[in-house]
């Protein structure tokens, strides 16, 4: 695909927090022009990729992204994630993308009854899609996380599509990538920590990539993570990747 | 005419209720270990303007199916009185 | 020309709060006597809190000039210090003590509300937030309550509103038992020549309220001295005000945009005595006066009288004096964050605040009399030194035996609350929102905060050992200055300016205005000895428990927040031990002192010794030498021994990265 | 014998309810402009093991007056069956 730019889409709510950080860590990709989409427009502004940043929309009123589906915004979010649009969600846009059936299950509250900010591990799962890809299999990522309803639920039934259709792209591990409830913050079912949609062009995670994406906060994990997604959908020279890619394989 | 509605929004049963579980807990210190079985949801009362009950009934009832509830996780029932 | 509202007595005045004395002076002032509303607005503007009338005098005498000081402390809501580059820094600390005893979530969560207000009224973009958290024994259930609530309403604000948590500290001692201190800081960026002022002018202009609705919020000492509370009223009174931190970051977005416009003359947050101090306030700093129309004040309950709108404390408002003519420029931006506003008034020529009620003049009032600075009354008060600082010095360090079971006593000091990891409050706080905190992964004795826009990194710090300054004021308060200053050096910054907040028990108690006083005069010389100005602050007196026949005041806690600077974040300094084979050096000299240590305290159950010992020249050699050895890049971490000793101290640094340390003692 | 109690716990009337505002605001987007006036508070559902009715009621009030309602921000009301 020729260097021609990407147009990156991210969503700003009112209540959006994290919208800046999402924007300062796109911004790292040279060929890529990201511009702010404000909750009441209706146009998208040909975004190739469009982004729904952590942050408390609407106060996270009622429930987290409750609200914020009904902006007028989401409907042209809805309509291109449908035609195969690319949506990514973290945080706050992760319940946007479930409240609005763009994704399935829902998050609840934590099982501590409480937000958690910290450091969490996360181990990619093999499921071809772009989100996952390029990373190294079996290497668990440290990405923090910051939420209070982050607890990934869904029924018999949509667990059991999510299993068979290979829709998990995260789950909470270990440092050493063991999964088990101690090393799960929220009590998601399965460790779940991010899914994508059967057509793999909706991603959705609760941990942070765009918080360890930058060497000057000592964690670029993140970073691995935003590569994979920008390698695969637009062919972006990976900024982290290879290196580290090619330490992993080596030690 | 103007109806106030009074909805009950309470999780699935099969659903693990965190909250629910720590307040039945502090039951015992409280000295009440005869209670049990805590379940909390959302209790939320609002006005509808409509024409008659019914109107006001499916108007509540979409507000209840799109907003107010996520069926995922949730059930809701209500009660209508004119204002 | 009389008001139509009924005359007061001196009665009336007592009822709220005021002194005979002071009624009289309003009476001179104005040649005549005040009707109920205009009595009511004296009575929130020369309170404690406005006037700070028993403080002011000593405040003054703190150091608050300082080359890198933009706007002088008091002349705005919070001091600005030059931090380089075309960029100056909005920083201050605030008290919710009182509405945190009554109702933790809420008090906590309006004080980070109140605080961030402060900063962006300036046209600051808060980045960082700190809290100074003490309550009283962990062992009780009112304490746990507290805790609870108060951590869980910092966090669902602070988190909600979207600005990280970059430091903090938690003190348990039984003396906060029934009066929990809760200071919250806000630090803000702001480039010079942006920033917006506290000021009103140009006749004709109007006066916009904007954001939250108004209520009956926080106006209970006038509601009983009205004469007409009765039951009705009473029921519907709010006991607590309710936080909307979804409004506050609307406000905030709104407001930063809307002083880009240009179009806005002044502005200032509405906190204590709400519509009644920003008009004042504001028309007294620009020599201006204002008509306000209080019935054109959106309000949020029925029925709500001239003096009811007028004090009210709702939560997220601002004031603001727009331009004439370019009102639809400022309302779009309102609009486009769905924020409620009205014009509610206009400014005028000469300095007296007209306040109709559906066009029936209710109060008329001059505002520079009612301010700080201006007519508001300032105290001298008395003090005497109390009987228990003899007994401090009784203390004989020889009557402590050397204990045998060191290891015992060890576990003991890492398992006391106000030692032990405080993760548990911590990690309910977003403390990563903005990309910029390096001490994340790489804990530092400071908050530090990566300036993206010039790369230089701002370090951040609250501290006061209060159990130092009970044993000696004016010793613990400049200790409480100097360890603020060691934590910023010890991560690789240099210390630029103070905010305070002073926590302390009755003013009209003379014992406890000598602690007041010797800890302004500690504080004062070690600010004066490291170079930092004090920018602003805030002064919370009556903090004490009221027992059947005495009142017992708090510790005397005046909160410490420094900001320092480094020039990027190669020079940050954390504080763990880095690697294997390290050599470990002390710095600075150790003497058999363990007078008011926490092992004093909670081993040996001793309450009361000397405040530790304390030199500043030799704080300032160690400090300086300290500050070649980071620049210099010649040393691995720094940590700064404080609460436990040097032992706590070690197994800090060892915890980071989970090593150990082989120390051999010089015996 | 046992009852089921259904507790509303609503924020006093003459506070500021946030999250109501925020929902009644979002209405217009549901296209539903006359629901008006949202409060949200908390529906509790708990077993209650006693005597007799008067003595569950007794119990519920407790539970409700030192646990589950804050007097200081809410009030509350429930209504008793047996299981």
């Known amino acids: 695909m020729p260097n021609s730019v990407i147009r990156v889409g991210v969503v700003v709510f009112p209540g959006s927090n994290c919208d800046q950080d999402m924007i300062d860590a796109l911004s790292a990709y040279p060929e890529v022009s990201v511009n702010k989409l404000w909750h009441k427009e209706h146009d998208l502004q040909q975004s190739d990729l469009v982004v729904l940043p952590g942050g408390f929309s609407f106060g996270d009123y009622l429930r987290s992204g409750a609200i914020a589906r009904f902006s007028p915004i989401m409907r042209e979010v809805i309509d291109f994630a449908g035609k195969g649009g690319n949506v990514f969600g973290v945080c706050n846009g992760f319940q946007v993308l479930c409240e609005s059936g763009l994704l399935p299950g829902a998050l609840l509250h934590n099982t501590s009854n409480r937000f958690i900010c910290r450091n969490t591990w996360i181990m990619p799962e093999p499921n071809n899609s ?24 869904a029924n018999e039934d949509t667990l059991r599509m999510i299993r068979d259709e290979q829709q998990v792209i995260f789950r909470y591990c270990s440092e050493y990538g063991e999964k088990a409830d101690e090393y799960n913050p929220n009590g998601a079912i399965e460790h779940i920590a991010g899914i994508c949609n059967q057509k793999r062009n909706v991603f959705g995670m609760m941990p942070h990539p765009e918080r360890a994406a930058d060497a000057v906060l000592g964690n670029t994990d993140g970073r691995l993570i935003l590569d994979s997604l920008m390698h695969t959908l637009f062919d972006l020279p990976a900024l982290v990747l290879d290196t580290h890619n090619a330490h992993s394989v080596v030690s | 005419m103007k109806f106030i509605a009074e909805i009950d929004i309470m999780p699935h049963k099969a659903l693990l209720d965190p909250q629910g579980k720590a307040v039945s807990g502090s039951m015992k210190n409280l000295g009440l270990p005869e209670i049990t079985d805590v379940r909390i949801g959302k209790h939320i009362s609002l006005l509808v303007e409509a024409e008659s009950e019914t109107e006001a009934k499916t108007k509540v009832e979409k507000a209840c199916r799109e907003l107010l509830a996520n069926p995922i996780m949730e059930d809701f029932s209500f009660s209508l009185k004119s204002a | 020309m009389q008001t139509t509202d009924q005359l007061t007595t001196v009665e009336t005045a007592k009822k709220l709060g005021l002194l005979p004395e002071e009624f009289e002076r309003i009476k001179e002032i104005l040649g005549r006597t005040p009707n109920f509303t205009e009595l009511s607005i004296f009575s929130v503007m020369w309170s404690e809190h406005c006037s700070y009338k028993n403080s002011i005098v000593w405040l003054k005498t703190l150091p608050r000039e300082g080359a890198g000081m933009l706007a002088k402390a008091g002349e705005e809501n919070a001091g600005l210090v030059d931090i380089g580059k075309g960029y100056a820094c909005a920083f201050k600390i605030e008290s919710h003590n009182h509405p945190s005893a009554l109702e933790p979530y809420q008090g906590a969560a309006t004080g980070v509300g109140g605080i961030n207000r402060d900063i962006f009224t300036m046209g600051a973009r808060p980045v960082a937030q700190l809290n100074s958290l003490r309550f009283g024994n962990l062992k009780l259930d009112k304490t746990r309550w507290l805790l609870k609530g108060v951590v869980k309403g910092i966090g669902d604000y602070g988190n909600a509103f979207g600005i990280p948590v970059l430091g903090g500290e938690v003190f348990f001692d039984p003396c906060y038992n029934e009066n929990p201190l809760v200071n919250a800081m806000s630090v803000g960026i702001v480039k010079v020549g942006e920033t917006a002022s506290a000021t009103s002018y140009g006749a004709g202009n109007h006066v916009y309220i904007v ?8 106006i209970h000492g006038a509601t009983f001295a009205s004469g007409d509370l009765n039951e009705e009223s009473a029921k519907d009174l709010p006991a607590v005000q309710v936080g909307d931190p979804f409004q506050e970051k609307l406000l905030l977005e709104a407001t930063l945009e809307v002083i880009k416009t240009g179009a806005i003359i002044g502005m200032q947050d509405m906190g204590a005595a709400g519509i009644t101090c920003s008009t004042s306030e504001m028309s007294a700093k620009g020599e201006h006066g204002m008509n306000i129309w209080l019935d054109k004040v959106p309000t949020r309950q029925e029925g709500m009288q ?13 004031l603001m004096v727009v331009e004439a003519g370019r009102e639809a420029e400022v309302e779009a931006v309102f609009d486009k964050w769905d924020l409620h506003h009205a014009i509610i008034g206009e400014v005028i020529e000469g300095g007296r605040l007209k306040y109709y009620m559906k066009g029936e003049l209710v109060a008329d009032v001059p505002a520079n009399d009612l301010v700080l600075g201006g007519g508001a009354p300032i105290y001298h008060r008395e003090y005497k ?7 401090t010095k009784k203390f004989d360090i020889n009557s402590i035996p050397e204990p045998d079971n060191l290891k015992e006593i060890a576990l003991h000091l890492l398992g006391h609350p106000n030692i032990a990891s405080k993760r548990w409050v911590y990690d309910q706080y977003d403390s990563m929102v903005g990309t910029a905190n390096i001490s994340t992964n790489k804990p530092a004795d400071a908050g530090l905060l990566y300036l993206k826009d010039t790369g230089k990194v701002l370090a951040m710090t609250v501290d006061c050992n209060a159990r130092y300054v009970h044993a000696d004021p004016e010793t613990g308060a400049s200790i409480a200055v100097a360890e603020a200053a060691r934590n910023l050096v010890c991560s690789g910054a240099k210390p630029l300016g103070v905010t305070n907040c002073l926590n302390f028990g009755n003013p009209y108690n003379p014992e406890v205005y000598w602690q007041f006083v010797g800890a302004i005069k500690g504080m004062g010389a070690a600010c004066r000895a490291f170079d930092t100005p004090v920018t602003g602050g805030n002064v919370s007196f009556y903090n004490q428990t009221v027992l059947d026949n005495s009142t017992v005041p708090v510790f005397p806690t005046p909160t410490i927040g420094m900001i320092g600077l480094m020039d990027s974040p190669e020079e940050a300094m954390g504080l763990g031990f880095e690697s294997a084979g390290d050599l470990i050096f002390m710095l600075g000299s150790s003497r058999n002192d363990i007078s008011s240590s926490q092992y004093l305290s909670s081993w040996h159950k001793v309450a009361l010794s000397p405040a530790p010992a304390f030199n500043i020249n030799d704080e300032l050699v160690l400090q300086a030498a300290l500050a070649t050895l980071t620049k210099g890049k010649l040393i691995e971490s720094a940590h700064d021994v404080s609460d436990g000793g040097l032992f706590v101290t070690l197994a800090e640094s060892g915890f980071v990265n989970s090593l150990g340390c082989d120390i051999q003692s010089e015996q």
């Open chain 3, 385 to 391: 030194e109390p009987a228990y600082f003899s007994e």
């Open chain 1, 130 to 153: 772009a989100i996952t890809a390029k990373l190294a299999p079996g290497q668990a990522l440290q990405v923090p996380i910051a939420h209070g309803e982050g607890r990934f639920y």
């Open chain 3, 211 to 218: 954001g939250s609705s108004t209520g009956k919020d926080g």
């Open chain 3, 306 to 318: 001239a003096w009811e709108i007028l004090l009210s404390e709702s939560q997220e408002r601002m």
